[in-house]
Structure formats: C-alpha cells, structure tokens
C-alpha cells in the first residue's frame, strides 16, 4: 500500500470581537484519509490541533450551505470538496462580502435576510388572507419542474463571494436574489406583474448590475442556470422599465 499523504492548510485566523487578534494565517499539517473532505479535514484540526479553530457546519451533505469558504481562490462547500482532488498545500479564507465571526465562520444568515426581506421573497398570492385554493391550484408540470429547479438554491453564498459586483456594490442582491425574483416571476400562483419585479430589481443593486462574468454559475454547488435566468429578467425588466 502507498504511504499516505500528508497535506498542509494554510487557514485564515481571526477574531474581530478580540481587540489583540490580527487576521493571519496559520498553518496546520495531518495525514490525508481515504474519501477526505475539508470538513473532515477541519474537523480533525480542530479534535486533535487547535480547539480554537472557528468554522460553520450542519448537515455534511451540501444542503445546508453552511461550510461555504474560499478554497484556494475558489468558493466551496467544504463537506461535498475532497482533499484529493486538490494539492499538497490547500488555503483556505472566510467567504468576501458577508460580516466575519471568526476565522472561517461569516454570517451569511444576516446577509441572505436582509436580501430576502428587501425582495419581499415571498409568495405574493392574496394582500389580506391566503386563498387555499389557489396556491393548491394544479400546475403544469413542466413549469412546476422550472421553479422547483430555482428552489433548489440552498443560499450558501459561493454565488456572492464570485460576484465582482458584489464586491463593489454592498446593495448589490447577488445572484441568489434575482435567482429568487426568477422563481417568482414563474410562478402563476404570485400576484405581482413585471412593473412589481422592475421597482424591486430594476437597477443598478439588481439585475442591471450584473457584469456577466459567469462567476456566479461557475461556482453553484447545485449547478444552478443562474446567468439564464439573469439574461431572462434583464429582457424582462427592459420591457417593464421602457
């Protein structure tokens, strides 16, 4: 049997509510295992190294979207990333765009609220009472399959820390928000029209921001068809704005 290998991981440390911590970054090496991810891997940093080590996990299955982090320039889920299939030396840094908590650990929960609320990402189906009816209503099943396939976001984040406009723009929405505004859009059981969508979307923070530069679909781990649905709103709102 081959000996194993051993891998290093240069780890992005630092605790903003500590006023003596610097941001740096540490290195820490363990012996690779057969079928390791990097959430494995941390977590083994974490039993047997360091105690301190601060990252975000939850369901290890890539649904929760918790893990999300830059892994050697590259945004993704550390629990679905296998240390084999990247080299000897792996860097690893918290997500751009999102408030630090610590070391790999950002508040994507804040960030994804603050959006979903501004959006109103809701279904918009009655202003005073929600009618049962029409929510049960049947639906055709290859547009139910559309907005299922929008559903699918698990609001990780990879899709903002890709984003060049998000870096730029903090009230950018991101990709994540106008996939949302996409699903809305679809769905017939949703009151609002285009003028609606066009006052929440409709500018520079929204779609018209986006500098199609693929990174945001690059990144998806769910493999969302997020510039198609951004082409599809910009024809959109262009209609709804003129």
């Not at 941001?23 to 083994?44: K, R």
């Amino acid at each position: 049997m081959s000996e194993a290998r051993r891998i290093r991981l240069r780890i992005f440390r630092h605790n903003p509510q500590d006023p003596g911590s610097e941001p740096h970054l540490e290195s820490y090496e363990i012996e690779e295992a057969a079928g390791m991810t990097l959430f494995l891997a941390l977590s083994e940093i974490r039993e047997r190294l360091d105690p301190s080590l601060a990252f975000d996990f939850v369901c290890r299955a890539g649904i929760c979207g918790s893990c999300g982090m830059i892994v050697n320039g590259r945004p993704r889920l550390a629990c679905r990333t296998l240390t084999k299939d990247l080299p000897d030396e792996i860097t690893l840094l918290p997500l751009p765009a999102f408030e630090l908590i610590a070391d790999l650990s950002v508040n994507t929960g804040k960030w994804m609220r603050a959006m979903s609320e501004r959006l109103e990402a809701w279904l918009h189906a009655k202003e005073q009472e929600v009618d049962l009816s029409r929510i049960e209503q049947p639906m055709d099943p290859d547009l139910a399959d559309r907005i299922y396939e929008l559903d699918r976001c698990i609001e990780c984040g990879c899709c903002v820390a890709a984003c060049g406009t998000a870096q730029m723009r903090a009230d950018f929405v991101g990709a994540v928000g106008l996939n949302k505004i996409a699903r809305f859009g679809l769905d017939p059981r949703d009151v609002r029209g285009d003028a609606d969508f066009y006052e929440l979307v409709g500018d520079d923070d929204g779609v018209f921001g986006c500098m199609t530069l693929l990174g945001c679909q690059d990144v998806c781990p769910k493999e969302l068809p997020l510039q198609t649905q951004i082409a599809f709103l910009r024809r959109r709102m262009a209609r709804s704005g003129a």
